[in-house]
């Protein structure tokens, strides 16, 4: 299935660094999602974006930033982490952001950060 | 506030055996439930759903049956194989709540044996 596809797939980083992950959706949906998973944690929403503007942000720290330019892609920049924002950040989309639509998710990028 | 509670793992099974995964929510109203699965290395994939109470979702011998009288919705299969060792994650939305804001449980490893 590659209907969600992510990159980079590993991403290593120091805590002064600055960096980007990427998300693109070849599915014609218009609503995309991030969502954090950690270890022994449950999967977290951080934001969501419906036809390109953000209607979710679940109080996620300034040192994420996302980036919607069109419905297909989405971006994650960040800068200042911590090491306790190493985890799995798995991008999704669903046709719309209605309540019972199904969410497509892509494979993650695993991220360290040191 | 809402909450997802699912057995925890890992979950260690030969092959043909009986599998059940336990899940319980907590939810104002009436919330829409699904099974998520995650095979190693890639994002989570929805399993099956159910949108009101007594609706059994189903999907490769996979079944869950959403019990309001239990707030549950356990996952059950029959017969397993090596190929269903994944984590299987149990998730609600809230039909009250605007856009796709999935709730989700902490996961629990399957582990099935030849």
């Known amino acids: 299935e590659t209907g969600v596809t992510q990159t980079p797939r590993h991403l290593v980083m120091g805590m002064t660094n600055k960096k980007s992950l990427k998300c693109e959706q070849h599915?014609?949906?218009?609503?995309m999602y991030w969502y954090k998973q950690s270890a022994k944690k449950p999967l977290e929403l951080m934001f969501v974006y419906n036809f390109k503007e953000q209607t979710e942000n679940n109080s996620v720290p300034s040192r994420f930033s996302p980036e919607c330019p069109n419905s297909s892609h989405l971006f994650l920049h960040l800068h200042t982490l911590q090491p306790e924002d190493s985890a799995l950040y798995l991008c999704a989309s669903s046709p719309n952001s209605e309540v019972t639509d199904t969410q497509y998710f892509g494979p993650g990028t695993r991220l360290t950060v040191l | 506030g809402n909450s997802v509670t699912q057995m925890e793992g890992p979950v260690t099974l030969s092959e043909e055996a009986f599998l059940t995964i336990n899940c319980t929510y907590t939810?104002?109203?009436?919330?829409?439930l699904f099974w998520y699965v995650q095979y190693p290395g890639e994002g989570l994939q929805l399993l099956l759903k159910?949108?009101?109470?007594?609706d059994k979702g189903s999907n490769k011998g996979f079944e869950a049956t959403y019990r309001k009288e239990t707030t549950s919705f356990h996952l059950e299969k029959g017969s397993v194989q090596v190929s269903d060792s994944a984590v299987y994650f149990c998730a609600l939305i809230k039909t009250t709540d605007s856009w796709g804001k999935l709730q989700f449980g902490a996961g629990t490893q399957v582990v099935v044996t030849p």
């Open positions: 599915l014609g949906h218009n609503a």
């Open positions: 159910a949108t009101k109470a007594d």
């Open positions: 939810a104002t109203g009436y919330p829409s």
